[in-house]
């Protein structure tokens, strides 16, 4: 027993609780004390069976990830949870696993341990271990199958997304939903099987029966497109499988190979990045930590556009009134016509009710004026890129609002400072970059301008938090973290174009690398005219006598705007697919010839590092200016805005596996026969390397300097 694991009795029925808050993981010492539990009562003849439950608001959550951390640094064995899991089952009293809240990965493998399960209405199960890289460690993989069939298995452990009671229960995973008060139902339902037998989840093999080998063939190919190149979900299929194939001591040998595999892999550790970097963001050294200064109960949004419409459905989901202005009638039933569009969509797949999206579309109102702003918590700008243009309107409701309102623009590059010089309140002005589409993507780059205060940013950090969105803090600069380092990508993306590659060589190249689409994909899918306003918008600010791309510029004066007009730097038939076009292999060529560029052969290992450390080198600059306040703080960025393969952990956690004195070296060998206008080495780059150290070092740098 321990403070993390206690037992009482609730009459004939042992109840061991397990209250490691905030989510019961499975730390050291939790898995044991409840074993040490069930043993205490094993042999007690006033006890009939054993209930276990979690404490607060669920049952286990999973594992402790930091542990894998640890196992894959030396700083302790891997420990397998499964003896203990075998001695639990090997229990002479029944022993009930009580789910709530969710039972996730390890918090699934513990509860299969139990002879039965009863679980809360609205609970979730589930074996989400892929999405860290890994696969269950503790016979999930081999118990799944026996319990839910090996198709469903196959499913959670290799997709890794949870289901919820009623599914479980119809699958077999469970035995009953508990109405009402969990742990007298539970109670109620240990009594009622205290005399039957006490089935191992190990020793079922009914549903392994002649079961079809096409679900394995199936679920590989799926796995293949919709997690591209991630080795987990192949490696989670193979476990299963072997559970039809040979018994669960040797499925489970199986399962601890394939597990160690996957957890010491470079996949994993991204992965894992990835996940401690979701919650790393939020920490800001010069904001102290605290609830929201400014409560945000009322929004407002100006423009019904693309974007306006969906950061109005973002706080209409968030359960928060919003007012959506436009200009015209014709553009504000545009607008609501495409949000009522899109929750009609939702649910019709299912994902809410009809009377959900009532109760949304009820909280969002549409006019022509600013009638209401007044009351606004927040104002959010949502206008085209144009700075004459958003200067003018927050002037307008500068003038409205009350002194508390925040208001933001949804710029993806303009001066934040210049925007609030149009204010008498450059305090209450902040960047909230959405990505689109907006109701879909899970960024949110918060900019700070030079005056814009800490209460102000703290409300927006929360705020994003409350909207389901990733935030993440930036500086105020051109383009600011994501649109700034996506210069110099697109930027070489475009020099490998007029020098030789082919459209499709680039893109085919950073698509295999993982990404979600090629450089040039994404710009014909955003609409080249987008980034074609905004360098003229920025014109004034370039240097003479620097190379600059060409192509992109001349499609637009072309009207080629990319998916948008049929046309950009590929050509795209009804089902907007990407073919080759021959007047862009043209057009490109005669660009070259133009600026009297020699055009050459070039390989995929150029395409690749010039396009990458491209992206990597202005990362490092942003650190150093700070701008981006963490490594980890990019790599969130381009994970969750722009398709960065998660299991390649972000650009910045990249350039420190393939090593920053390579990515050195091959930035000075582009500086030399590029120049240094364009491939000025990073002076923090510089740096690391000359200390032998990484990123990731800096980042450690960081937080210490913030602790002390």
């Known amino acids: 027993m321990s403070d993390l694991v206690t037992l009482t009795r609730l009459e004939d029925i042992a109840v061991v609780t397990i209250d490691n808050p905030p989510v019961n993981a499975l730390s050291p010492g939790v898995p044991e004390s409840i074993l040490h539990c069930i043993e205490a009562v094993a042999h007690d003849g006033a006890v009939r069976a054993v209930v276990v439950i979690g404490a607060g608001s669920t049952f286990i959550a999973g594992a402790d990830i930091r542990e894998f951390q640890k196992m894959r640094s030396g700083e302790k064995p891997r420990r397998s949870i499964l003896p203990l899991l075998l001695a639990i089952e090997d229990s002479p009293k029944p022993v009930v696993m009580a789910i709530h809240g969710q039972a996730l990965g390890g918090g699934l493998e513990v509860a299969m341990a139990g002879h039965y399960r009863v679980i809360a209405p609205a609970a979730q199960v589930g074996q989400p271990e892929v999405k860290l890289g890994i696969i269950p460690g503790a016979g999930g993989t081999q118990r799944l199958p026996r319990l839910a069939g090996v198709a469903k298995a196959v499913e959670m452990c290799a997709f890794g997304e949870p289901i919820q009671a009623r599914e479980a229960l119809s699958l077999g995973i469970v035995d009953r939903i508990i109405e009402g008060d969990l742990l007298t139902g539970a109670a109620a339902f240990a009594r009622e099987i205290a005399n039957r037998p006490a089935p191992k989840t190990r020793e079922r093999r009914e549903k392994l029966a002649a079961v079809d080998p096409a679900i394995f063939v199936s679920t590989r190919e799926t796995v293949r497109s919709a997690k591209r190149g991630q080795t987990a979900p192949l490696a989670a299929i193979q476990a299963v499988e072997a559970s039809t194939k040979v018994s669960f001591e040797e499925g489970c040998k199986v399962e601890e190979k394939l597990f160690n595999e996957c957890l010491f892999s470079t996949q994993s550790k991204a992965m894992i990045h990835a996940f401690f970097g979701e919650r790393t963001v939020n920490k800001i050294p010069d904001v102290p930590k605290g609830p929201a200064v400014y409560e945000i109960r009322r929004a407002a949004v100006i423009g019904a556009g693309t974007m306006g419409g969906g950061i109005a459905m973002n706080y209409a989901n968030a359960g928060i009134p919003v007012i959506v202005k436009e200009t015209t009638q014709d553009a504000l039933d545009r607008g609501t016509g495409i949000i009522r569009k899109n929750y009609a969509n939702s649910v019709q797949k299912g994902r809410f009710s009809q009377a959900i999206m009532d109760q949304r579309l009820a909280l969002i109102t549409g006019q022509l004026s600013y009638d209401g702003f007044d009351q606004a918590d927040i104002i959010v700008e949502a206008v085209f890129e144009g700075m004459a243009l958003k200067k003018q309107i927050f002037g307008e409701i500068d003038a409205i609002a009350k002194p508390t309102c925040i208001l933001a623009s949804n710029t993806s590059s303009l001066d934040i400072d210049e925007i609030a010089s149009a204010t008498n309140r450059p305090g209450m002005v902040i960047g909230h970059h959405f990505f689109s589409p907006a109701n879909v993507m899970r960024l949110l780059e918060v900019v700070r301008g030079k005056a814009t205060s800490k209460e102000v940013i703290a409300t927006s950090m929360a705020l994003g938090k409350r909207l389901k969105k990733i935030a993440v803090l930036a500086g105020n600069c051109r383009g600011f973290i994501g ?90 038939d009804e089902a907007r697919r990407p073919l080759p076009d021959p007047e862009t292999a043209a057009l490109i060529e005669t660009v070259a010839r133009e600026a009297g560029i020699e055009r050459r052969d070039i390989t995929r290992d150029e395409i690749l590092d010039r396009c990458m450390f491209a992206l990597v080198n202005e990362g490092a600059k942003l650190l150093g200016e700070g701008i981006a306040l963490r490594a980890v703080d990019i790599d969130i960025v381009y994970l969750n805005g722009y398709g960065f393969p998660v299991w390649r952990g972000g650009p910045m956690f990249y350039a420190d596996t393939v090593g920053l004195d390579y990515v050195l070296t091959r930035i000075q060998e582009f500086e030399a026969r590029h120049g240094s206008d364009l491939w000025s080495p990073a002076p923090l780059l510089k740096r690391l390397t000359q200390e032998r150290r990484t990123f990731a070092d800096f980042d450690s740098h960081i937080a210490s300097h913030a602790s002390a």
Not at 497 to 514: I, K, R
Not at 524 to 533: F, H, I, K, P
């Open 483 to 572: 649109n700034r380092m996506l210069g110099p990508f697109n930027r070489e993306a475009q020099f490998l174009l007029e020098e030789g590659a082919s459209v499709e060589d680039v893109n085919q190249t950073l698509y295999d690398f993982g990404w979600a689409m090629g450089p040039l994909a994404i710009s014909d899918l955003a609409g080249l005219d987008v980034g074609w306003r905004i360098r003229k918008e920025f014109r004034h600010l370039e240097k003479p006598g620097v190379r600059k791309p060409r192509v992109a510029d001349r499609l637009c004066e072309l009207g080629r705007f990319g998916q948008k007009t049929g046309r950009g730097f590929s050509k795209y």
